[in-house]
């Protein structure tokens, strides 16, 4: 088992900045591919950025804007988001791939999810 748990999230304006962690179990941490994700009210699920085998991933709303990166020896995955915009209000998770996967995107290739963190935007 694999227990994710995120913070950071919270309240901040349009153009501000925020930076989520997420925190995993687990001794092999460093050979998860972990994924952000992000939800708001009424709509599906969709990626945000991955990390994981030497590269990193984003969706192309969030390219130049959201950073991801990892600490290892922290066991702990970030999100920094810069220049917020209310589209990007919604509720963040991290989720964990436990196995080689081709495609970061899809929600059903992560094994384990934490239980989220609310961003709010404010314009």
């Known amino acids: 088992q694999v227990q994710l748990v995120e913070s950071g999230g919270g309240l901040v304006q349009a153009g501000g900045s925020l930076r989520l962690s997420c925190s995993a179990s687990?001794?092999?941490?460093?050979?998860?591919?972990m994924g952000w994700f992000r939800q708001a009210p009424g709509k599906e699920r969709e990626f945000v950025a991955g990390i994981g085998w030497g590269s990193t991933y984003y969706a192309d709303v969030v390219k130049g804007r959201f950073t991801i990166s990892r600490d290892n020896a922290k066991n702990t995955v970030y999100l920094n988001l810069n220049s917020l915009k209310p589209d990007d209000a919604a509720d963040y998770y991290c989720?964990?791939?436990?196995?080689?996967?081709?495609?970061?995107?899809?929600?059903?290739?992560?094994?384990?999810w934490g239980q989220g963190t609310q961003v709010a935007v404010s314009s």
């Open positions: 687990g001794r092999v941490f460093s050979s998860y591919f």
């Open positions: 989720a964990a791939a436990t196995k080689i996967i081709n495609t970061p995107s899809l929600v059903r290739n992560y094994d384990y």
